[in-house]
């Protein structure tokens, strides 16, 4: 191979370096000028360039896809589940009724109520009235005055008065008085009058069936009798060996005022307040 055969082969050596160089750069130009292909809008800078890297990039897509496939499974089918819904009609019955009829002869666990008077507070008389009887439906025991006495104290007293005698500090605050539990027409009322009336109510009072468990309001029943005898007690009627203090004497070692020893007093209600103004106006 003579010198200028060798120097033609350099000549286009050269230009084919040449040549790729120019490739090389016309693709870098190419790669600046092309914007992201994919989501360029969030994660391509200006012009084109990315601004996270590929592992991140990667990430995102992968967490993006599995939310999108979550969301996916979340149909309304799991909130409209073939279910019968109270007092709608149903395909399924002969009836077409979805709320089915109790099954003959059954009673809820802990409603079986065997002892009618237990729960009344009345027997069924001879000539099919109601009736009340004077006797507890257990035996009493002092544990269940002391019960019947806690429980007067908190839902009978304000009106009664823990005395008994109708006069407690919201009739005195202007409430319809209540029942004097010394007077004769309660004194000659059965025992079982007072379970009634804490059952369903009586006149101004409202029945305290939800406050007290029925033998509650038998306990506060007896208690209410024992009150009855506490305030019209003899001498005679105080077993043998007991000392007896009169109401005086306990007030005087308790440092009481003299008037606790003294009758209970029974004050008018007090009268509802009148507003001023146009009230006074019209009174005149």
Known sequence: MDRDQRAEIRGQGTEIREQGTEIRVQRSVISDQTPCPILSALFCGKGGKPRISAGIFRLTT??????????????QDMQKQPKIRSERGSQVFADQRGARPQVAN????GQLHEDSYFYTGVVQAADGYREEK?????????????????????????????????????????????ANFQDSVRLSQPISH?????????????DYAAQLAPADRWAVAAYIRALQLSQAAKVED??????????????QAKHLPESFAEPWAMPAPAEPATTGGAASAAAK
Do not use: W
């Open 62 to 75: 992968a967490i993006g896809l599995t939310i999108l496939l979550v969301l996916a499974g979340c149909r």
């Open 106 to 109: 059954t009673v809820a666990r």
């Open 134 to 178: 004077d006797e507890m439906p257990f035996p009493l025991t002092l544990d269940v005055l002391r019960r019947g006495q806690e429980r007067f104290n908190i839902y009978c007293a304000p009106c009664h008065s823990r005395v008994g005698n109708g006069m407690g500090e919201i009739v005195r605050r202007g409430y319809k008085p209540a």
């Open 194 to 206: 007072y379970f009634y009336a804490m059952t369903y109510g009586y006149n101004a009072m409202p």
């Open 238 to 251: 105080v077993p043998q060996g007991v000392q007896l203090r009169s109401l005086k004497e306990i007030a």
